[in-house]
């Protein structure tokens, strides 16, 4: 049995539908976008301006610093994602919401003073660097092949490497940085560091033009070179970067699924009202069974996007590190909103693959996160090895029992 949600959380998750619906949806059409279209941090801020001051910025953190459960965290953040500007006017964006739940949990009392408070009070973003360029070698899809590295120097540790498709890298304040361990004492193993950005040794290459728009600062290639960090700013302890990137994984890739499951259910009501309204061949669109069928069908997977997060919000609140079943979440879920954004670009016409609403940025949005946070084929091969290992066991518990 998990915890039932509490009033506090749920007036919580409330004022924050408030706030975007009142505050931050007036918002979609302003200008301040950076050359590949994501949101400035310029208008970032002054929307964290209105959230400071309606009480609704990182909604999610209590003021203690302790965490909502995961299932009021999913009430908070589906809310916060009605809009696609909701989550960073309320600090509720990704990479910065995974990577203040890493720093919350893992971090000492000086790096979580040093680095995680301004993130809370959402003074900066924050990047996390773990993939590296395909053209390199490194690290993608499988976190094995980390090329990047990192040595002991005194008081210090040096890191030198690429990274790639790092969010928010450009204009991030704090930096979590994975490499690979050479030092003796724990060679081979993934080390994660906390660095202050930006850093000179932190070179961005490229910030490539995306399908998806809505992260500030888009997504970095970066060369890094002789980057000195000193040894306390170690996130944990040496070689251990994997099991703290699987405290992460979870919660990030659920808190996704949160997110973008708000936007789709916007983009959802945008589609319903035009179905409603729009005329053709003498009636309305939604009584056209072809459409109405598309509304009818988004209903049915947006209950079981909502059904799929909270089963695995409950698995997280029970105490597991969740791993199977945010894996299971995230494929269900990402691949349930792309037929819902789709359904709501066809049932819109011309009009839906517009910038009139949202909800073609809904759509291109949903595209980039069947890849991200791991892609689906790759959860689905990692899911299928699970099924072969305890086939195997069955079998093998089958013959012990008949052999005894
Ligand atoms: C918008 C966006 C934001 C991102 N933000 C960050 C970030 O902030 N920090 C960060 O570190 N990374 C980030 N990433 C990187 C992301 O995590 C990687 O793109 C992802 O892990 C896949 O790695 P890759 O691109 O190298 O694909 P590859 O490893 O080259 O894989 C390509 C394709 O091969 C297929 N594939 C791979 N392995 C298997 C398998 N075992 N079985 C079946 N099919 C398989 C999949 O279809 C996959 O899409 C971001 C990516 C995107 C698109």
Redesign the pocket.
């Known amino acids: 049995m998990t915890a039932p949600i509490s009033a506090q959380a749920m007036a919580m998750a409330d004022r924050v539908e408030s706030f975007v619906r009142e505050i931050v949806v007036p918002y979609e059409q302003d200008p301040r976008r950076d050359h590949h279209g994501a949101p400035t941090d310029d208008l970032v801020m002054e929307l964290r301006g209105k959230a400071r001051a309606a009480g609704v910025l990182t909604p999610h953190i209590r003021d203690d610093g302790s965490h909502l459960t995961q299932r009021e965290t999913a009430e908070v953040l589906i809310r916060s994602g009605l809009s696609p500007l909701g989550p960073l006017a309320c600090n509720t964006m990704a ?1 910065d919401e995974g990577n203040m739940y890493l720093i919350g949990h893992v971090g000492s009392p000086a790096l979580k003073d040093r680095f995680l408070t301004p993130l809370v009070e959402g003074r900066g973003r924050s ?5 590296e360029p ?1 053209d390199w070698g490194g690290a ?3 976190p094995s092949m980390m090329k990047t590295t990192c040595r002991r120097d005194g008081d210090h540790w040096v890191i030198d490497g690429r ?1 790639t ?3 928010g890298a450009k204009g991030a304040m704090v930096g979590i940085v994975m490499a690979a361990s050479v030092d003796e004492a724990s060679k081979g193993g993934a080390c994660m560091f906390l660095v202050d950005l930006p850093d000179p040794a932190i070179v961005i290459d490229e910030v490539p033009n ?1 399908i ?1 728009t809505s992260m500030p600062g888009g ?1 970095s290639t970066v060369t890094i070179r002789e980057l000195r960090v000193p040894a306390a700013h170690m996130l944990g302890e040496p070689g251990e970067g994997f099991k703290y990137a699987q405290v992460r994984l979870s919660p990030a890739r659920l808190s996704h699924c949160m997110r973008w499951l708000g936007s789709c259910m916007r983009a959802h009501e945008i589609a319903v009202d035009y179905a409603c309204r729009r005329e053709a061949f003498g009636k309305t669109l939604i009584d056209h069974e072809g459409v109405g069928f598309m509304l009818a069908e988004n209903r049915i997977l947006i209950q079981q996007c909502r059904l799929m997060i909270d089963w695995c919000a409950g698995v997280l609140d029970g105490g597991s590190l969740g791993t199977v079943e945010s894996s299971m979440a995230k494929v269900s879920v990402s691949e349930a909103l792309m037929k819902i954004a789709d359904n709501c670009v066809q049932v819109m016409g011309g009009i839906g693959v517009t910038d009139r609403t949202i909800v073609e940025q809904v759509f291109r949005e949903i595209r ?1 996160f069947r ?5 689906t ?2 959860h689905k ?1 990692s899911l299928a090895k699970k099924i072969k290992r305890e086939w195997k066991q069955a079998r093998e518990a089958a013959r012990a029992e008949q052999a005894a």
Not at 127 to 131: D, E, G, L
């Open positions: 990479p990047a996390f660097f773990m993939t395909a993608g899809s499988d990274k498709f790092i969010t995306t998806d997504h980039a890849i991200y946070d791991g892609p084929e790759v091969w």
